[in-house]
């Protein structure tokens, strides 16, 4: 049996949205029945990239699930919890979305996040469920959900582990205007100026990606079938503009990366567009542990390839000997609750 639920999780934001009430974030939940969580409960918080909302992580075509990462997670034992970041699928899309910094995005997740965990403790999020003081909370985030997800991590402490599927700090060189190339301070420059940046580069703050841009962009060079591409569909959503600016920069949130301190799963495709494979796990020094997974045959959107079941099975692996090695000092829900303080 699998419990599905569909959370609007209001998030009250330390600097309020100007002329917005409080804003919600949407969060849906996949879990299987209490008897087979393994103990401690390992709880996945998953957040889509650009031009993707939380069904990325549940594509489904007709009575095919084998796209879907959730539910093959919950038949492991895992709660998986799915994530639209404000702007996105069933969140609040504010009136001024240049007002979504990529930290006021991560912000609202963290909040999120942690009334998950809360219910989960208590027992309150399923009826009938008992509560679960012990949880192991891991971060899962493709694209640019990864450059949210390390900034929420760094700023909150929401997670006792990551995994990064198609991310990397190394930007889109190719793709900066020459405007763009010029900032004498890269990144850095980049961050401080980004509603500038991204007014010049969209036409809106909510960006529609061209089906053939982003067809490119997804699949590489790599051939996909038909009913890969329809599985897709649901989950494509309109871009956020801030953090799509930020992602494109060379060394976006190198400094963030340089101090993640968790245990960190990546997995690349060896047709993504994310550098070098093997030279990314250099951004992480201070992890005490990365595993690096290179996928064959396979682009940006890992999960419709059919390197999609090696890669469900080595995270599976992972993530068991990540829960295996937690330093019992302190749990997620703890650090959660001191980085809300």
Excluded at 75 to 92: A, E, K, M, Y
Excluded at 161 to 174: D, I, Y
Excluded at 210 to 228: N, P, T
């Amino acid at each position: 049996m699998t419990f599905r639920k569909l959370l609007h999780l209001p998030v009250a934001l330390k600097s309020p949205l100007a002329g917005e009430a409080v804003p919600v974030v949407a969060a849906e939940i996949f879990a299987p029945d209490p008897a087979w969580l393994g103990m401690p409960a390992t709880v996945l918080f998953c957040l889509p990239g650009g031009g993707m909302n939380r069904n990325y992580f549940n594509l489904v075509l007709g009575d095919d699930a084998s796209y879907s990462f959730a539910q093959h997670m919950v038949r492991q034992g895992c709660i998986v919890v799915t994530i639209d970041p404000l702007g996105v699928g069933d969140s609040t899309r504010p009136c001024d979305g240049y007002a979504l910094q990529p930290e006021i995005l991560a912000e609202a997740n963290a909040r999120a996040v942690e009334q998950v965990l809360e219910a989960l403790r208590s027992g309150t999020l399923f009826e009938g469920w008992p509560a679960l003081p012990d949880i192991v909370g891991i971060g899962v985030a493709h694209s640019v959900g990864g450059m949210l997800t390390i900034l929420q991590q760094v700023n909150f402490a929401s997670f006792d582990a990551l995994a990064l599927f198609g991310f990397s700090c190394s930007g889109l060189p190719q793709a900066l205007k020459p405007e763009e190339r010029q900032l004498a301070g890269g990144a850095g420059e980049a961050r401080a100026d980004l509603v500038r940046l991204a007014r010049a580069r969209f036409d809106n703050a909510y960006p529609e990606v061209v089906s053939s841009q982003q067809g490119r962009e997804l699949f590489g060079k790599a051939r996909v079938d038909r009913s890969a591409v329809e599985a897709l569909a649901p989950a494509r959503d309109r871009l956020l503009a801030l953090a799509a600016t930020l992602a494109i920069f060379p060394g976006n949130i190198a400094p963030e990366c340089a101090a993640i301190d968790v245990p960190l799963f990546l997995a690349l495709g060896d047709l993504d567009f994310c550098g070098p494979p093997h030279d990314i796990p250099a951004s992480f020094p201070k992890s005490p542990d990365v595993t690096l997974l290179v996928l064959p045959e396979t682009g940006h959107t890992h999960f419709i390839f059919p390197s999609r079941m090696k890669l469900f099975q080595r995270f599976c692996d992972w993530a068991r000997m990540a829960v295996a090695a937690r330093p019992a000092v302190q749990s997620v829900t703890e650090s959660a609750r001191l980085g809300a303080s």
